[in-house]
C-alpha cells in the first residue's frame, strides 16, 4: 500500500472531498523518507533549483520516493504544499523548482529526454 490512511481520514474521502492539509499530513507520516527528500530540495528552491541525486539507503525508501513522484494525486499536493515543481530522474534524482523557473531553460533542459539518458548508468538500471 503506498500510504497508511487512518480510519477517518478513509471516512471522510469516502463521503466526499478532502482538503490538501490532510492529504499531505497522511502523505507526510506514510512516506517519511519521501517526504524528507522532497521538503529538503523544496526549501533550496527559493530562486534557483535544488536537487537531490543520493541513492536511498534502502529499496523501502527507494519505494517511497518512486510512489511520492509518480502518483499525479501525491506529487501535485506536494507541489502546491511546497509551492514548487517538482522533476524527476531514475529513482532518486530530484529537483524543485520555483514556479518561476518552470518555463526557463534549467528545467526544460532537466526534464528532457537528453538529460534522462545522461543521467543513465549500469548502477541504475535496476532502480
Known sequence: MSLTVPTDLLDRAEAGPVDDADFVDCVRTSLPYAWEVVSDVASRA???LAEHAVPPPSEAERGQLLRALASDAIRGA????????????????????PPAMVDGADYREFVSPRAQL??????????
Do not use: Y
Open 46 to 48: 527559493d530562486t534557483d
Open 78 to 97: 506536494l507541489e502546491r504544499h511546497f509551492a514548487v515543481k517538482l522533476a524527476f530522474q531514475n529513482c532518486h534524482r530530484v529537483a524543485a523548482f
Open 118 to 127: 545522461r543521467n543513465q548508468s549500469p548502477e541504475l538500471r535496476d532502480c
